[in-house]
């Protein structure tokens, strides 16, 4: 099997289990992996996570040019935006998980760091998550918004929108989105409580120890 053909593959799966686990609803989301020679294959649009149909999945060359297969996403400038600023980024994941989209919306979050370490696997996972200001959907702004973070930040989160993660691999990306919804929906439950966050020294530990 080629590396596209697994690519493609890897899409359809990842896709469907995010569907069937509802992270994702409708023919919202969409996900990319780009290959070896620089070019990647992604998600088209108005299309469900859930029902992708692996030859019909959209293929763009390294510069985000549509080249073959169903018209992407309109979103894809988000995923050049990502790829463009981290030359390590071998996947991207963008969904409008209900409750990072709910974290993204609160009025008093920190646009600079939006959640706070719970847990050690969303330092690990995750790191610092900024928040990028509200831009209407398909607007180019939102990827000259994401591109300022982006070689610093591998998640970042849209306003009233939802996050857009990069990865090393598909694998990785999921996961890193998948923990920062988890985390976001142990943040809305733990509303109004005394709660126990993970100190700065034990933060810097994690970082030191898995960057």
């Known amino acids: ?18 569907f069937t686990r509802g992270l994702t609803f409708g023919s919202t989301g969409n996900l990319s992996v780009r290959l070896s020679d620089g070019s990647w294959v992604m998600t088209p649009t108005n299309a469900s996570l859930g029902a992708l149909d692996p030859a019909r999945l959209s293929r763009l060359d390294a510069n985000g040019l549509h080249v073959s297969g169903d018209n992407p ?14 030359p390590d980024a071998r996947a991207v994941v963008h969904l409008h998980s209900t409750h990072s989209v709910a974290v993204s919306a609160l009025a008093d979050i920190d646009p600079e760091d939006v959640l706070p370490p719970i847990t050690a696997y969303y330092v690990m996972r995750v790191g610092r998550l900024p928040l990028v200001p509200y831009f209407p959907p398909g607007d180019h702004g939102l990827a000259d918004a994401v591109g ?40 809305l439950m733990l509303q109004g409580m ?18």
């Open 194 to 211: 005394a709660v126990r966050t993970l100190t700065p020294e034990q933060v810097a530990e994690l970082r030191k120890r898995f960057g």
């Open 73 to 86: 996403t309109k979103e894809a400038f988000l995923h050049v935006a990502m790829y463009r600023e981290r």
């Open 148 to 187: 300022k973070l982006a070689s610093r930040h591998h998640a970042v989160l849209l306003a009233n929108h939802g996050p857009v993660v990069a990865g090393t691999s598909l694998e990785a990306a999921t996961y890193a989105t998948e923990e920062l919804e988890e985390t976001a929906k142990l943040f």
């Open 1 to 18: 099997m080629t590396e596209e053909a697994r690519a493609r593959e890897a899409l359809v799966a990842t896709g469907r289990s995010l």
